[in-house]
């Protein structure tokens, strides 16, 4: 069975919401028999990538909020996220566009590498701070997951991959994505935002149950939860 996830790598309800599914999987038990299929979403197409700037800055700058309040708001995320055992420093976040991070991903999806390169993409911009659009971090994150380096680089140089994270974004749309994450298990239920696992666990469970008999182009938003939109919304 088939579960297909619309996720941007700026997205911090999106790393929670990773970790808060993981969770469900490990309870699930036909969780051998489920494949996971990342799609990718752009929160801000137009957004610049700007090293020069960490989140916080960014954030209180487009918001127009003081300092204090984006600390403060920040401070809710963070906390969400050390209550699944990740740790998110805002104030190392490089300001970068996602869209090469994305073609990144399509590639090592190809090579069964979807998981691994989501993982890798957040922990490098949420934890370690790095700049999740230069290519010499794709390249090296890449090949730390073993993929090929060369095979980046060149992918990276032109345009290869693009239009499969626009067929994404298009299909999101279709779909009523609004914000992410957003989950679509058997192309039959649909959970939106960073739920609590249990809420994923049963979302599966009745899923699977119906697996035999479901129809793919019905989709029944089941949940919703905290979800980060282009408006440049969190909540």
């Known amino acids: 069975m088939k ?3 619309w996720s941007d790598v700026m997205c911090p309800f999106c790393y929670i919401g990773k970790r808060k599914f993981e969770a469900a999987l490990n309870e699930f038990d036909n969780k051998e028999n489920i494949e996971i299929v990342w799609k990718s979403f752009q929160l ?6 700007d090293p020069s700037k960490n989140t916080v800055q960014h954030l209180a700058e487009t918001k127009g909020w003081t300092m204090e309040y984006t600390r403060n708001t920040i401070k809710y995320v963070t906390d969400m996220a050390s209550s699944v055992g990740l740790n998110y420093n805002f104030d190392k976040a490089v300001v970068a566009n996602s869209f090469d991070a994305h073609r990144f991903i399509q590639y090592a999806k190809t090579k069964n590498k979807g998981d691994a390169a989501e993982e890798a993409l957040f922990k490098a911009y949420f934890t370690e701070g790095k700049n999740t659009a230069d290519h010499a971090v794709l390249i090296q994150l890449g090949t730390e997951i073993g993929l090929d380096g060369d095979a980046i680089k060149t992918i ?4 290869d991959f693009s239009e499969e994270v626009k067929k994404d974004i298009a299909e999101s749309q279709q779909i009523g994505v609004n914000g992410v994450p957003f989950f679509v298990v058997d192309r ?9 696992s249990k809420v994923f666990l049963e979302t599966l469970t009745k899923a699977w149950k119906e697996h035999a008999k479901s129809n793919p182009n019905a989709i029944k938003k089941s949940a919703d939860g905290t979800v980060c939109t ?5 909540k």
Do not use: F, H, R
């Open 156 to 159: 990276l140089k032109g345009t």
């Open 188 to 196: 039959k239920y649909a959970v939106s935002g960073a739920q609590d």
């Open 230 to 234: 282009p408006e440049g919304d969190c």
């Open 44 to 49: 801000n197409s137009e957004l610049k990538t």
């Open 3 to 5: 579960v297909e996830i």
